[in-house]
C-alpha cells in the first residue's frame, strides 16, 4: 500500500535505482521502494536534481514544500496522466457560467457549514455549552442561497466561520490554547498556528488527491481561478477542514499531545516547532487511516477516501451525469 513519505532533516534526495534514497547531513542514508510512496512532504531544506524529478514523473509522486515556520509554499505537480481534454472544457464551462459556478460554490458552502455544525453537535452532546453558538450559525445558514457572486459567498462563510471559531476555547478549556481571532500569516498564538498547519495538510491532501482524477485542480468555483496556481483544492478543502483538522487539534490538545513546549515563538508570530509537527504529523496519517461507514457506498471508507470520493462526485455533476451533494458527516 502506498503512502506519503514526510522529511523534516536537511539533506539530499537521489534515485538509487528503483528507490528513493535520502541521505542526510549526518551522513546517514535511507532507501524507501518508489512503489510505496504515493507523495513526498518536504520540512526541512533539501537538495534534489533533474534525474530524481523525473523519476517521481514517472512514478506519479508528488512533492510538498514546507518552510522553516511549516507554512506550505508549493509543490512539484509532475505531468498529469489522467487529465480528459472533455472535463476540462467542462470545468470551464461551469466557471465562466455564473449560475453553474455558483450552484457548486454554493454547494461548498453548505457542506463546510454542515459539517461545522456536526462538530459543534458532538462537543455540544458532551458537554460544552454550544447550543447558542448553533443556532446564530442556523440563523445565517439561509444567506447562502440569497447570494450572486463568489465574493459575497465567501463573505458569508466567512461569517459564519468567526462565529464557530468563537465556540473554541468552550471545547476546549485550556489556558494554554486561547483563541481571541483567527490570525494567520504568521500566526499570533498557539491555537492559530495549530489551525494553519492543519489547513495547509487539508489543502495538500485535496490537491494529491486531485492529481489522480481528472480534474484540474487550476479552475475552482468557490475561490477564483487566476494567477495563483491551484483553486479546486481549496474548495473541496472547505468541506472537510472542520471534520479533518479541527476535530483532530481539539483531540490533540484535550489529550495533552499537544502541548506549550511544542511551540516557538518569533519575532511575529508563534509557530509549532519540529517536534510538534511531527506529533501533529503522525496522528494526521492515523486519522486519513481511519474508516467511517459511508451511507452510499455501504461498506466503510477511509478519511482520505472520502476525498477521492467527493471528486468523483464534482466530475459527474460537470458532466451533467448527476447533482453534486457535498458530504456531510454522520459522526
Given at each position: 500500500m502506498k503512502k506519503p513519505i514526510y522529511i523534516f532533516s536537511d539533506g539530499k534526495l537521489e534515485r538509487k535505482q528503483n528507490t528513493i534514497s535520502f541521505l542526510n547531513k549526518e551522513n546517514k542514508r535511507k532507501y524507501v521502494p518508489v512503489e510505496t510512496i504515493s507523495e513526498l512532504y518536504i520540512f526541512g531544506e533539501i537538495d534534489l536534481n533533474k534525474r530524481i524529478l523525473e523519476f517521481l514523473t514517472q512514478n506519479e509522486i508528488l512533492i510538498h514544500f514546507f518552510n522553516h515556520y511549516g507554512y506550505y509554499v508549493g509543490s512539484f505537480y509532475p505531468r498529469e496522466h489522467y487529465n480528459s481534454g472533455y472535463l476540462i472544457l467542462k470545468q470551464a464551462e461551469h466557471y465562466l457560467n455564473m449560475e453553474k459556478r455558483m450552484k457548486l460554490a454554493k454547494a461548498f458552502v453548505k457542506g463546510a457549514v454542515?459539517?461545522?455544525?456536526?462538530?459543534?453537535?458532538?462537543y455540544d452532546r458532551?458537554?460544552?455549552?454550544?447550543?447558542?453558538?448553533?443556532?446564530?450559525?442556523?440563523?445565517?445558514e439561509p444567506l447562502i442561497d440569497k447570494q450572486s457572486l463568489p465574493e459575497e459567498?465567501?463573505?458569508?462563510?466567512?461569517?459564519?466561520?468567526?462565529?464557530y471559531y468563537g465556540?473554541?476555547?468552550?471545547?476546549?478549556?485550556?489556558?494554554?490554547?486561547?483563541?481571541?481571532?483567527?490570525?494567520?500569516?504568521?500566526?499570533?498564538?498557539?491555537?492559530?498556528?495549530?489551525?494553519?498547519?492543519?489547513?495547509?495538510?487539508?489543502y495538500v491532501l485535496a490537491l494529491s488527491e486531485i492529481y489522480r482524477t481528472h480534474l484540474d485542480p487550476r479552475i475552482g468555483f468557490l475561490h477564483a481561478t487566476n494567477f495563483r496556481r491551484?483553486?479546486?483544492?481549496?474548495?473541496?478543502?472547505e468541506i472537510f477542514k472542520p471534520i479533518f483538522v479541527d476535530r483532530l487539534i481539539f483531540s490533540l490538545?484535550?489529550?495533552?499531545?499537544?502541548?506549550a513546549k511544542h511551540f516557538s515563538k518569533e519575532i511575529?508570530?508563534?509557530?509549532?516547532?519540529?517536534?510538534?509537527?511531527k506529533i501533529f504529523v503522525e496522528e494526521w496519517e492515523n486519522r486519513l487511516?481511519?474508516?467511517?461507514?459511508?451511507?452510499?457506498?455501504?461498506?466503510?471508507?477511509?478519511?482520505?477516501t472520502l476525498v477521492r470520493l467527493e471528486l468523483y462526485k464534482i466530475e459527474k455533476h460537470l458532466l451533467e451525469e448527476q447533482p453534486y451533494e457535498p458530504y456531510v458527516a454522520k459522526w
Open positions: 454542515e459539517n461545522i455544525k456536526k462538530v459543534l453537535s458532538y458532551r458537554g460544552a455549552e454550544l447550543a447558542h453558538v448553533i443556532d446564530a450559525i442556523d440563523r445565517m459567498l465567501m463573505a458569508i462563510e466567512g461569517n459564519i466561520r468567526d462565529i465556540a473554541f476555547e468552550e471545547i476546549l478549556k485550556s489556558d494554554e490554547f486561547s483563541f481571541d481571532k483567527r490570525t494567520k500569516r504568521p500566526p499570533q498564538n498557539r491555537l492559530n498556528a495549530l489551525i494553519s498547519f492543519g489547513n495547509s495538510l487539508m491551484f483553486s479546486l483544492n481549496l474548495d473541496v478543502a490538545i484535550n489529550r495533552n499531545q499537544i502541548q511575529d508570530g508563534v509557530i509549532l516547532n519540529t517536534a510538534g509537527h487511516r481511519t474508516t467511517v461507514n459511508h451511507p452510499k457506498l455501504k461498506r466503510k471508507v477511509s478519511y482520505r
